[in-house]
């Protein structure tokens, strides 16, 4: 299990080995192609994700630092596969729920699904207050994916600019 007073380091070798016992559960007998998910590198999963049935998001997920952490989240270009701050706002969804937003650049590091099951909610720090926002180690990635799928789903206020 996390601890809140320790900042996520990477540990590729075991994200990837989570990650290939994970996938397999998770999918159920689905492949990555079934589900419309793509594997670019062997630590990394980008995954689509749609707003009120018309508006299309790709949410990468990155698991350097999985399983003691959650994975790394970010609603990124589905062209690029990545997130240029200056570009890119247009690619990601304006969520307004009360457990989890989504911050274009929080204090000038980067986007942040601001929630404790993404990793950069411990890498920058953020409301790191409650015990009951510390990573579990009975946790997988569909965790974070389904809390990100919940809020985009009843939450979602349109793109943002």
């Given at each position: ?91 990601l969804p304006n969520i307004e729920a009360p457990h ?59 793109r943002q600019s």
């Amino acid at each position: 299990m996390a601890n809140l007073t320790d900042v996520p380091s990477p540990n590729i070798p075991a994200g990837v080995a989570a990650l290939d016992a994970h996938l397999p559960l998770i999918l159920e007998g689905r492949t990555l192609q079934d589900v419309g998910w793509a594997r670019p590198s062997p630590y990394t999963l980008c995954i689509p994700l749609w707003a009120n049935d018309q508006d299309f998001y790709l949410l990468r997920l990155q698991f350097d630092c999985y399983p003691e952490w959650p994975p790394g989240a970010q609603f990124v270009n589905p062209v690029t596969k990545n997130y240029d701050k200056e570009k890119d706002g247009c690619w990601l969804p304006n969520i307004e729920a009360p457990h989890l937003r989504v911050h274009k650049d929080y204090q000038g590091q980067g986007q942040l699904i601001c929630n404790s099951s993404t990793c950069e909610f411990y890498k920058v720090r953020h409301g790191l207050d409650k015990p009951e926002h510390i990573w579990r180690d009975t946790y997988t990635f569909l965790h974070t994916l389904s809390t990100i799928r919940d809020s985009i789903h009843s939450f979602y206020r349109g793109r943002q600019s």
